[in-house]
């Protein structure tokens, strides 16, 4: 049975001999040291006698005998045991694919999950292109406009600018004086122009920019902005991006060929670029005066404001009516190209 072989068995077996009407029970022990041999039994004819008077009906118990049986009825019922589970684990593991069990596991009905919105019922009713014109003014799109201050810097280097109210009021000037006038009017054209496939205009219009701008540096802001632009929209959109095969945009103009892909009215598109211009502007500020962020979004809160009027002023202006005239951001720009001290590229 699998027990230890230094366990003794002990074996009691009882037999129950009816012979004629007398019953008697008969024990045999298996003890070491003790043997009990029963007695022979004759038969005669139809009866059967049987000698029990040399066959005790008892053996006398002792200490080490009740030890034994104990121990003998404990070993059996732990094999017992071990065998009934080794056969339950064997059965199941034959008969039960493994599951992993979940830490999570629950009683409980798990919902189920809603099928998703289709795109018409989630997207904006408003603003046509609307991500991607946040895209666009976005200060993470890779141009490198966060690097020039258009004289900003210049202007705080000789005291012309040093609070909150001063920046304000510079940037506020320069939307009005020198954004809507030039930049802000060549987008609004820009965009009719690659909306009607018209290559020529479209390039009139960025000679017109490098041609009045008034400084090295904000010569080279445009070109260099302009460039990466245009980089960018080859490597995402190629098709719309062979206008400039050949030849490598400013950046007002290649703002308007990467805004006019989408369905964007060119008011909305002049107004995501004005904001994204205030952006930098700003945070020019906060970095050179410095400001602290607050104070860059109430600054920001003020042009944002004044953003759609300018935008307005400058869709309206026709060709003649475009100029780029702002001696004092001139001047300044012209300073800062030698100026000893500077974080900005303008």
Not at 13 to 23: A, E, F, K, P, S
Not at 184 to 205: E, N, S, Y
Request: hydrophobic share 45%; charged share 15%; with cysteine.
């Amino acid at each position: 049975m699998g027990m230890d072989t230094t366990t003794t068995m002990v074996t009691l077996t009882l037999t129950l001999t009816v012979m004629d009407t007398t019953t008697m029970l008969q024990a045999t022990a298996l003890v070491p040291g003790m043997c009990t041999v029963p007695a022979a039994a004759t038969t005669t004819g139809t009866s059967t006698n049987t000698t029990t008077d040399a066959i005790p009906l008892r053996m006398p118990a002792t200490r080490t005998d009740q030890a034994l049986r104990r121990r003998s009825r404990t070993v059996r019922l732990a094999t017992s045991m071990a065998r009934t589970a080794a056969t339950a684990t064997t059965t199941e593991t034959a008969t039960t694919p493994h599951r992993p069990r979940s830490r999570c596991s629950s009683t409980r009905a798990v919902p189920p999950v809603p099928e998703a919105a289709p795109p018409s019922a989630v997207a904006s009713a408003g603003t046509p292109g609307l991500l991607q014109l946040i895209w666009l003014a976005s200060p993470a799109l890779p141009v490198g406009g966060f690097s020039y201050s258009e004289g900003l810097e210049a202007a705080i280097d000789a005291g012309l600018v040093a609070t909150e109210t001063d920046v304000a009021g510079w940037l506020h000037d320069q939307l009005w004086v020198s954004l809507a006038r030039a930049d802000l009017a060549v987008v609004a054209q820009a965009v009719a122009a690659v909306r009607a496939g018209d290559t020529a205009r479209l390039r009139a219009l960025d000679d017109w920019v490098r041609t009045t701008r008034e400084t090295s540096e904000l010569r080279l802001q445009a070109e260099q902005m302009g460039r990466s632009l245009a980089d960018w929209l080859r490597g995402l959109h190629p098709a719309d991006a062979a206008l400039f095969d050949g030849w490598q945009p400013t950046y007002p103009v290649a703002f308007a060929a990467a805004a006019a892909r989408t369905a964007a009215q060119p008011a909305d598109i002049g107004c995501a670029f004005a904001f994204g211009w205030a952006e930098n502007m700003v945070q020019a500020a906060i970095k050179a005066v410095p400001l602290g962020q607050s104070a860059g979004q109430r600054i920001l809160a003020r042009l944002a404001d004044a953003i759609p009027a300018a935008v307005a002023d400058a869709a309206a202006r026709a060709d003649d009516d475009r100029q780029a005239l702002s001696p004092m951001l001139a001047i300044l720009s012209a300073r800062h190209e030698t100026q000893y001290s500077r974080l900005f590229r303008s």
